[in-house]
C-alpha cells in the first residue's frame, strides 16, 4: 500500500510540474541549438535566450514575440552560447572564442 502512495504522490508531482512549464519557439531559422536563455529579475518581461552559434533573441513582452540578432565580438564567437543577468538587470553573453593566433577554442571564454 505505501508504494502505490509513493508512486501517486511521484504521478502528481511530474504532472504538477508540467502543466508549469512550456516551450516557447523563439527561431526555426538557421536551425537554434544549445539554446541558454534568462529573464530579466526586475521586468521579467524582458527575457534573452541565445543559441549556437553567434545568435541571440530578445523579448520585451515575456516572450510573446523575438527579434533575432547576431553577436560578434573582437575574439571571435564560436558557440557554446551561455547567457547570465546580473540583479540590475543587465545581460551578459560568454562563448567560446575562435583564437586567429593558434590555439584552441575552447581555452578561451569570451563576453560580448
Known amino acids: 500500500m505505501k508504494l502505490h502512495k509513493h508512486f501517486f504522490l511521484i504521478?502528481?508531482?511530474?504532472?504538477?510540474?508540467?502543466?508549469l512549464c512550456q516551450n516557447v519557439m523563439i527561431s526555426n531559422?538557421?536551425?537554434?541549438?544549445?539554446?541558454?536563455?534568462?529573464?530579466d529579475p526586475e521586468n521579467p518581461a524582458n527575457i534573452i535566450g541565445a543559441a549556437n552559434i553567434n545568435k541571440y533573441y530578445i523579448s520585451r513582452d515575456t516572450g510573446r514575440t523575438w527579434t533575432t540578432n547576431f553577436l560578434s565580438s573582437s575574439y571571435g564567437v564560436w558557440g557554446d552560447p551561455v547567457i547570465a543577468v546580473d540583479t540590475a538587470g543587465d545581460f551578459y553573453?560568454?562563448?567560446?572564442?575562435?583564437?586567429?593566433?593558434?590555439?584552441h577554442s575552447c581555452n578561451r571564454v569570451g563576453d560580448g
Open 93 to 103: 553573453f560568454f562563448h567560446l572564442s575562435n583564437p586567429q593566433s593558434g590555439g
Open 11 to 19: 504521478i502528481l508531482l511530474t504532472s504538477a510540474a508540467n502543466a
Open 29 to 39: 531559422i538557421s536551425n537554434p541549438n544549445e539554446p541558454s536563455i534568462m529573464m
